[in-house]
């Protein structure tokens, strides 16, 4: 009953007609919960999501992905831009499959710890790793989180942060291991591991970093990138440019710059 | 029978020569486009109902595709009907059989002249996206539903939207300068060859569309008025002693040229539901370029303010109202969908000398139908001669509580001599009361619709057909 109170207040209940049904409905207000809240909207965070952008389809926009799982899990990017949009921040891409188990272990210790994914980022991340005479961590099972949009099991996400919880600092090299285990990226400390960067011309700013735009991009000017153009609108996974500088490893697969192309020590 | 699908099918095959795969049949996508955002059809989906499908979905790249489509729908006489942002309130995309013209990929920005002040944009264009393109160089539309995430600017001309800072700026119909569109019968209605901030040329055709809700052809693309982003804003609140106390300020303020951009009087409930504060609360925002006139604006409305007992309210409304004025979602996942509840939104604008009355009356009648159980109100979008009122519903999740509470509510709406719609229009829901408002006029809007759509193709099952 507590929580009723706390959900509605007596001033608000002065507006309604109280019935004793109502009443009734009222005292179970806590135990009835809307599982999928975007069955109910009319699509407040649409205009975010890049498949429905470009196709101006219904079914390939998160009104469509929280209906339709089978496409959601083939269609939708996981770019988790819809979450970030959704005033109840509902985790719509989580929706889509089983929970996924991660596993992390330490590769080399140190202060300072670079985490990278199995599949997206590892030799990336090794080379960073030794060139900056950093520890490195590897975790597993982050990429399948954004390949087929999975809660992580929470053990075993509770289990990787207690083993970096040894280090004074751990950054993903990959925006996806940065947004799945709640670590900053390592583009917001470009200055503190001494990461120099000469570039001028447009940049893209990940999809699941959006709401660290400003830190990203203050980091960035830190380490000498100077951006003519930034693109927030565009996601990786459905349209790269050529003459972008990207942060995301994930790009060096379709053979465009990163910034760890850049890279200078 | 036999010979009628076999024209559909022969339809959706010369579709697909002209579009590719930018045409859908899939169940999918017809099941998410058998409805807008009208809570009536909402409501049924959730109930497990199954709403009349439309026959195909396309998606054209262009006007010229528009009109290729549209003339391959009259040589099978299928009917069809324009859809853009899904966000209407009233079932107007609604359209069991049709084929669905979605026009989002017609989303371009043609042309903008900062000079002019003007944007020229395909119809298709995320309203969001345009204000975003426009306030990164300095402009905006400053038209701002509460629609405004998902909203495509062909959908709100045609619905005859209006937005949250009409009061300075007015509601779409005032900001549209010209419309291209694709007749009933697949011919183009082209820009003028000129575009000027006012012409004389005869009855301006293109009129007509606005508020046409896809029955008098295809929107394609829209001439827009912008302007300059405000450079010195004032926000604040009052508290009243009532409703039409508030009403008689906003009143005397409108006529004494103090226009804000932003007004809203909240009654005692809305009041109590949105701020925790059971007061009549009048919200302000006023924005300008010049920072003096400005100041006469706040000067003026100081004085008529207090001259009808208004007191200073906490500022934080008015942000409070700014950060969730989207969202539609929150209260419904807490509240009314938990409690079995349902929504509604009824918006009415009458006369100052008809507005303190159709408060009174609509609040008592249509909170005393059973199964409703709270009438919010707020006035907003106001006019040097009166206002709209906006009532918000809470009901049983029930389709007969749900028609018995708009009976009641345009009996009073009527009664009153307000309007059935201010700015949400007529759809499917309010089609059969449209007689009552508009008299014999609806008989030659009628004529309109046969002499440019004889074979009655376009939205054809809405009201003027």
């Known amino acids: 009953m507590a929580r009723v109170i706390l959900l509605v207040s007596l001033t608000m209940l002065r507006a309604v007609k109280i019935t004793p049904k109502l009443v009734v409905r009222f005292a179970f207000l806590p135990f009835r919960k809307v599982r999928n809240p975007c069955l109910y909207c009319p699509g407040i965070c649409i205009a975010s999501c890049p498949t429905y952008l470009s196709s101006g389809n219904i079914l390939l926009s998160p009104i469509g992905y929280a209906r339709f799982h089978d496409i959601a899990r083939e269609k939708c990017l996981k770019c988790w831009r819809c979450v970030q949009e959704c005033p109840l921040g509902y985790n719509l891409p989580e929706t889509y499959s089983k929970p996924v188990k991660i596993s992390l272990r330490i590769v080399r210790p140190g202060r300072l710890i670079l985490v990278a994914d199995e599949e997206i980022d590892l030799q990336l991340a090794e080379h960073l790793s030794e060139s900056l005479g950093t520890g490195l961590a590897v975790v597993k099972g982050v990429a399948e989180r954004y390949n087929n949009g999975s809660p992580i099991e929470y053990k075993t996400l509770k289990k990787a942060k207690r083993v970096l919880s040894g280090a004074e600092l751990a950054v993903a090299c990959s925006p996806e291991v940065s947004h799945a285990l709640g670590i900053d990226f390592l583009g917001i400390h470009l200055k503190d591991l001494g990461i120099k960067l000469n570039y001028e011309g447009p940049i893209h700013i990940p999809c699941l970093l959006k709401s660290q735009r400003e830190k990203l991009l203050k980091s960035l000017e830190d380490a000498g990138v100077r951006p003519t153009f930034v693109d927030e609108e565009e996601c990786i996974k459905l349209s790269i440019k050529e003459n972008y500088l990207y942060l995301c490893p994930i790009a060096k697969k379709h053979g465009v710059r990163t910034i760890f192309d850049l890279i200078s020590y | 029978m036999g010979r009628e699908c076999a024209s559909k099918r022969e339809a959706l095959e010369e579709l697909s020569d002209i579009l590719g795969d930018r045409i859908s049949t899939s169940n999918e996508v017809l099941k998410l486009y058998s409805r807008d955002y009208w809570p009536l059809a909402l409501m049924k989906e959730a109930h497990g109902e199954e709403l009349p ?48 013209i979605d026009i989002k990929k017609m989303n371009r920005i043609v042309n903008f002249s900062e000079e002019d002040a003007i944007i020229v944009v395909e119809a298709g264009i995320l309203l969001r996206k345009l204000e975003e393109f426009l306030n990164s160089r300095g402009f905006t539309l400053r038209h701002i539903p509460q629609s405004y995430p998902e909203a495509v600017i062909g959908g709100l001309v045609a619905t005859m939207s209006t937005g949250q800072f009409s009061t300075k700026y007015g509601g779409i119909e005032d900001l549209v300068l010209d419309i291209e569109a694709v007749a009933p019968d697949g011919g183009i209605i082209p820009f003028r060859r000129n575009t000027v901030p006012r012409a004389a040329t005869g009855p301006d055709l293109k009129r007509i569309l ?12 829209v001439i827009l008025r912008i302007f300059p982003l405000p450079k010195y804003t004032w926000k604040m609140a009052y508290a009243f002693p009532s409703f039409a106390s508030g009403l ?218």
Request: with cysteine.
């Open chain 2, 210 to 221: 606005i508020g046409s809700e896809g029955q008098l052809g295809v929107i394609t693309k």
């Open chain 2, 248 to 465: 008689k300020a906003m009143r005397e303020v409108m006529l004494a040229g103090a226009t804000p951009a932003v007004a809203r009087i909240y009654d005692k409930d809305d009041s109590a539901a949105r701020f925790h504060d059971a007061r009549d609360l009048l919200i302000l925002i006023v924005e300008e370029i010049d920072e003096g006139i400005l100041e006469a604006k706040i000067s003026a409305i100081e004085a008529i303010v207090k001259r009808h007992g208004g007191v200073d309210a906490e500022e934080e409304y008015v942000d409070k109202w700014l950060k969730t004025r989207f969202d539609v979602i929150s209260e419904l996942k807490k509240l009314v969908i938990p409690l079995n509840l349902w929504f509604e939104t009824i918006e009415t604008s009458a006369l100052w000398s008809k507005l303190p009355n159709l408060y009174e009356e609509f609040k008592k009648k249509v909170r005393e139908v059973e199964g409703v159980h709270a009438v919010l109100a707020h006035a907003s979008h106001f006019y040097t001669t009166g206002a709209c009122i906006y009532f918000t519903l809470t009901y049983e999740a029930s389709e007969e509580v749900y028609w018995r509470m708009w009976e009641k509510a345009v009996e009073v709406i009527l009664k009153n001599g307000a309007t059935i719609s201010h700015h949400h229009g007529i759809g499917l829901l309010r089609a059969k009361w449209t007689k009552e408002e508009l008299g014999e006029t609806v008989n030659y809007l009628r004529r309109v619709k046969r002499s440019l759509d004889p074979e009655n193709l376009s939205n054809s099952d809405k009201w003027l057909g």
């Open chain 2, 53 to 100: 499908r439309p026959l195909a979905v396309v998606w054209p790249n262009s006007t010229e595709e528009v009109a290729k489509i549209i003339k391959v729908l009259n040589k099978y006489r299928i009917p069809f009907v324009p859809y853009a942002g899904g966000s209407g309130v009233t079932g107007g995309t609604m359209c069991g059989g049709c084929i669905v």
